[in-house]
């Protein structure tokens, strides 16, 4: 079926990769958050779209190693990882008051949010492009 | 291609584009219907999510309205049936409609789109519609047709909608959704109330109404591989004409209860699939007479009609990529029954199996094989049957040209409530069929063609056995249809973009041979203008028999007030001018007499809608 759909759809399939672009989002935020142009992440528990399309980010297996460590859940999170910045991947993981933001699908549409005074505590300055996803 | 992948992956990951254009991007190209449709499977049309919003689609018919050759038509007792063949009761049989994975139906008329064909759209995240004799993969028993429905889920509307409108015939709908997840576990709920007022129609001295109040609650809640539904229906009504043919009812009405409970499991890396469902309805008619009216058959005063049906779906597909071939393979089985509360109780189980090879012949040409056979087993002494499809389709395709030709030949066994409304013997239906798609895509433009041929035999139709009694018997007419479809989109940009559409329908009468002819024509223009979404669509459907062209023009603007605050106004035939349909009432100085009333009536709606 995979083959089916690259023959039929090849051009569009090209475009249409929703993981491409959900982890283009994600290096976006990410070089925001780190000022890094190569940041490198902590997947915890796997984030399906930055796995397959990594783009600028490098995938650590340590969280000792990362400079942000990016949640698919808020369960069994390692010690060593809340340490470093946590960044969510629904809105839920917003209840860990260490995560800074989460980037999530909520009513129909993906949605970005941080919190000013999470970030604050983390001395982290967005540029003003953010500024509609911020809150206080 | 190596080199354009290249850039179009750099371009992917380029930081220049704003996160705000960015995420209106992934948006976009997250539309569930990407995942699942499947272009192979038949001559698909797609109504994304955004579609839907922007159409601001209340029902399901808003979309059937334009239908490509067969327009949204009801029946005499005010039901879809879309292929309507007045006075047969229901013709629209081979349409199969699924919610997600689970086929609705009903045990009688086989189909759930007698039930199913105007539902509203409020708790559906997209439509696909396969024309042309589909896929093999999507059911137990053959189709012409298959609206598959999917529900919004958890996945992408975490939250709440409530939504309200109102029209100027007084109709009213409520409804809410809300949906959640946690790290292993998902649900969706929704519940609707819908008043749905229409006119009231003088004739032969009686007021014939459609009007039906409507509650419903789908539910679902998902793990990663599991997931089960449960949908309940209940609705009563007016039953406009009723089902006897030669008196027209002082009050018909009905009134329905319907409960589907579902599962759905993936196992082997999803190439394993287990569906169960259970479908239960009752349904009472309720007519009566006016014995002393001169118009009407002066012996009956009243008919009564009580339905209790039950049926029971598994279906076991396992799917395997070897090499160029993709293999799915796949047996079914259903138990279906209903009980009249008279000598005509009835059952059926139907064993279905079928195998469909996709064989890749190259990365521009696919081929694709299916055969399917079933055997139904009837009780009280109703004749078995077995009936044999089968499907070769050839599908060829490169960066602008699609090419689609599928050839069908299929057996479609006649269904209860014809069955068992005769004292002939029914013969299967057979379609052969040969039908060709061709488009051609640039960066915005798609411009598409269809052309479609079939031969027809044992057709149904109402003979009279008396003087006051039709029956169904098969016709023994071979018949032939000959349709064509001409289609352009132009998209101006992400936002806007404006629909062509033409078809021409021939099929020959399988009464006495004479060709029904007719034409439909859609314009429809989708912009996004600021704050505001703006739907105008004209249908024309011409050269219908004994009817007016219809000119159905409707015009709709949402704005959006804030993200989670919509404000939607729409009206529906604005000019009174829609396709019209009519239906026999014969009557002893009259026996051509119909009544011919709009399709879908004139009416202006308000509606508000906040996410939370």
């Known amino acids: 079926m995979i083959k089916l759909l690259l023959v039929l759809f090849l051009v569009t399939s090209i475009y249409a990769s929703d993981s491409k672009k959900a982890s283009g989002i994600f290096n976006l935020i990410v070089k925001e958050i780190t000022k890094k142009e190569n940041s490198s992440v902590y997947l915890h528990k796997g984030i399906e779209s930055i796995e397959k399309y990594p783009g600028n980010l490098k995938i650590v297996t340590e969280c000792k190693d990362a400079d942000i460590i990016i949640l698919s859940t808020t369960r069994d999170i390692p010690k060593e990882c809340n340490k470093k910045l946590l960044f969510g991947s629904r809105y839920s993981h917003l209840k860990n008051p260490n995560v800074i933001g989460a980037f999530f699908w909520q009513k129909g549409r993906p949605n970005i949010l941080f919190y000013q005074k999470r970030l604050n505590t983390h001395h982290i300055k967005l540029d003003s492009s953010f500024n509609r996803y911020i809150e206080e | ?612």
């Not at chain 2, 539902?119 to 047709?145: L, R």
């Not at chain 2, 939250?159 to 409108?165: I, L, Q, S, Y």
């Not at chain 2, 012949?361 to 009936?387: G, I, P």
């Not at chain 2, 559409?501 to 399988?510: G, H, K, M, V």
Request: aromatic share 14%.
């Open chain 2, 1 to 612: 291609m190596k080199a354009l992948l290249l850039i179009l992956i750099c371009i992917s990951f380029s930081y220049s584009e704003g996160i705000d254009s960015l995420l209106t991007d992934y948006e976009k190209e997250s539309e569930l219907s990407n995942k699942t449709k499947d272009e192979s499977a038949g001559n698909l049309i797609v109504y994304t999510r955004d579609d839907l919003e922007r159409m601001q689609v209340e029902t399901l018919k808003d979309i059937l309205k334009s239908f490509r050759f067969f327009p949204y038509a009801e029946n005499r007792t005010s039901h879809p049936d879309i292929l309507s063949q007045d006075p047969l009761s229901y013709a629209s049989k081979s349409v199969r409609i699924y919610l997600n994975e689970t086929e609705l139906i009903t045990s009688i008329t086989g189909s759930g789109f007698f039930l199913f064909g105007d539902m509203e759209m409020d708790f559906i995240d997209h439509v696909e519609i396969y024309e042309g004799f589909p896929s093999f993969d999507f059911g137990v028993e053959p189709a012409t047709t298959v609206i598959r429905l999917y529900s919004k889920t958890a996945e992408h509307d975490e939250g709440g909608r409530v939504k309200v409108t109102i029209d100027n015939k007084g109709a009213n709908k409520q409804n809410v959704y809300y949906a959640d997840k946690t790290d292993d576990i998902s649900y969706f709920m929704y519940a609707n109330h819908t008043g749905k007022k229409q006119d009231t129609y003088e004739h032969h001295g009686e007021t014939l109404g459609r009007d039906k109040e409507t509650n419903r609650f789908y539910g679902s809640l998902s793990t990663q591989n599991h997931n089960v539904e449960l949908h309940a229906m209940k609705q009563n009504g007016d039953a406009l004409l009723g089902s006897f043919i030669l008196s027209t009812p002082k009050n018909s009405n009905f009134d329905m209860s319907y409960l589907n409970l579902s599962t759905n499991s993936k196992f082997l890396n999803d190439s394993l699939t287990l569906n169960l469902s259970y479908n239960y309805a009752d349904t009472t008619y309720n007519y009566d007479y006016n014995t002393s009216n001169p118009e009407n058959y002066p012996f009956i005063s009243s008919l009564d009609y009580i339905f209790t049906e039950e049926s029971f779906t598994s279906s076991l597909k396992k799917e395997w990529e070897l090499d160029s071939h993709t293999i799915t393979v796949g047996a079914q089985y259903r138990y279906k029954d209903f009980d009249s509360g008279s000598a005509k109780d009835y059952n059926e189980a139907i064993y279905s199996a079928f195998i469909e090879d996709l064989i890749a012949l190259n990365n521009k040409n696919v081929l694709t094989l299916s055969v399917m056979k079933q055997l139904y087993k009837r009780s009280n002494n109703y004749k078995d049957e077995d009936a044999l499809q089968l499907r070769l389709g050839y599908i060829y395709s490169d960066k602008e040209w699609v090419s689609k030709t599928f050839l069908s030949s299929q057996e479609f066994i006649p269904g209860p409530y014809l069955v068992l409304d005769t004292s002939s013997e029914l013969k299967p239906e057979t379609y052969k069929s040969i039908i060709q798609e061709t488009s051609y895509q640039t960066e915005k433009t798609i411009s598409k063609i269809i052309l479609a041929y079939g031969l027809y035999e044992n057709m149904p139709i109402m003979v009279p056995i008396n003087p006051v009694q039709l029956e169904p018997q098969s016709s023994s007419r071979e018949v032939k249809s000959l349709n064509a479809a001409l289609e352009f989109t132009l998209h101006f940009n992400t936002k806007d973009k404006l629909e062509l559409q033409a078809n021409y329908f021939n099929l020959e009468s399988p009464y006495n041979g004479e060709e029904i002819i007719h034409y439909n024509y859609l314009l429809r223009m989708l912009n996004t203008i600021s704050k505001f979404d703006i739907y105008n669509e004209l249908v024309i459907n011409d050269g219908f028999t004994n009817l007016d062209t219809g000119y159905n023009y409707s015009l709709g603007v949402k704005y959006e007030v804030n993200k989670d605050f919509h404000i939607n106004l729409k009206g529906d035939n604005i000019f009174d001018s829609g396709l019209e349909w009519d239906y026999k009432t014969p009557t002893m100085t009259n026996p051509q007499d119909t009544l011919v009333i709009p399709v879908i009536e004139q009416r202006f709606m308000l509606g508000m809608e906040y996410l939370f």
